[in-house]
Nanobody, 115 residues
Framework: QVQLVESGGGLVQAGGSLRLSCAAS????????MGWYRQAPGKQRELVAQ???????NYADSVKGRFTISRDNAKNTVYLRMNSLKPEDTAVYYC?????????WGQGTQVTVSS
C-alpha cells in the first residue's frame, strides 16, 4: 500500500496559480493511473484530473484548459499545476489512484481562492 502526502495548497486571489505536489511513499511506476480529486464544503469528492503511466491525461470540464497534471515516476510524485484559479476551485485537494482506492487517501491540501 502506498502512502500519499499532498502539499502546495494555500490562499490565492482569483486569477492566480498554484502547483500541488503528491509525494508517494514508494514507487508509483506500476500504478496505471493517478488522479487529483477535490472536495468542496457540502459537496461530494470529485475527480478533476488523471494521468496514466504512459502520460495520457484527462480533465473534468470545469478545469480543462486551466489545470495540468503531470507525474515524475523517478521522484514518485504527481503534480497539479492550477492556473486562472476561480473561487469555485476552493476545496481540499487529494491525490489517489484513478479509480481511487479507499486506503490511499492522504490528508489533502487546502486551496482557497478569494474573489
Amino acid at each position: 500500500q502506498v502512502q500519499l502526502v499532498e502539499s502546495g495548497g494555500g490562499l490565492v486571489q482569483a486569477g492566480g496559480s498554484l502547483r500541488l505536489s503528491c509525494a508517494a511513499s514508494r514507487s508509483i511506476f506500476s500504478i496505471n493511473a493517478m488522479g487529483w480529486y477535490r472536495q468542496a464544503p457540502g459537496k461530494q469528492r470529485e475527480l478533476v484530473a488523471q494521468i496514466t503511466s504512459g502520460g495520457q491525461t484527462n480533465y473534468a470540464d470545469s478545469v480543462k484548459g486551466r489545470f495540468t497534471i503531470s507525474r515524475d515516476n523517478a521522484k514518485n510524485t504527481v503534480y497539479l499545476r492550477m492556473n486562472s484559479l476561480k473561487p469555485e476551485d476552493t476545496a481540499v485537494y487529494y491525490c489517489n489512484k484513478a479509480p481511487y482506492a479507499a486506503g490511499y487517501w492522504g490528508q489533502g491540501t487546502q486551496v482557497t481562492v478569494s474573489s
